[in-house]
């Protein structure tokens, strides 16, 4: 679920960055359709880690949504759903009989995602807590992961607060 997370998403939604996108070449159309691949290689990727936990705390007698990490996680997955039913909005708006105006739904939907992808990032962070990690895991090494997914969470927000805000100074 964390490579889900943390490369697919992150892969998924930087496919729209100009700068050092190896996907610059591809036109809008086709950034759209590998956006869909990545975003759905992230539900399939996290549905399949669901599955494997809720089998192994069942096999372990263990409880179900114990912990802050399990807690975030099932708001994390149900997040990411919900946002990808928000995408087909922006997909498929006349077929929705959207009464706002595609500009909006776009806006709403990157927010929404960036939302979630900080949600994804805390759930990543908080399974660094867990008994199985720090034990695992260990000094520099420990703080590096601890770090790590911080910094793609900031080129994101960074990449969706810049293309929509700039835009929001040109038409005001």
Excluded at 69 to 94: D, E, N, R
Excluded at 100 to 117: D, F, Q, R
Excluded at 142 to 152: I, K, T
Aim: net charge positive; with cysteine; proline share 3%.
């Amino acid at each position: 679920m964390s490579v889900a997370y943390c490369l697919c998403m992150t892969e998924g939604i930087l496919l729209f960055s100009a700068e050092g996108n190896p996907f610059c070449f591809k036109s809008r159309k086709g950034k759209v359709r590998l956006h869909w691949f990545c975003q759905a290689l992230v539900l399939i990727a996290a549905a399949t880690g669901l599955g494997f936990m809720v089998a192994s705390k069942n096999v372990s007698e263990l409880p179900h949504l114990a912990t802050w990490h399990s807690l975030l996680g099932a708001g994390t997955l149900a997040a990411t759903v919900l946002q990808a039913a928000c995408g087909l909005c922006v997909v498929f708006p006349k077929l929705l009989c959207l009464t706002s105006s595609l500009p909006k739904v776009k806006l709403y939907h990157a927010t929404c995602g960036l939302v979630v992808y900080l949600l994804a990032t805390v759930t990543v962070v908080s399974a660094m807590f867990s008994d199985w990690f720090q034990a695992s895991v260990k000094g520099l090494a420990w703080w590096v992961f601890l770090l790590l997914p911080f910094l793609p969470a900031l080129v994101v927000m960074n990449q969706i607060s810049g293309a929509y805000l700039s835009r929001k100074k040109i038409t005001s």
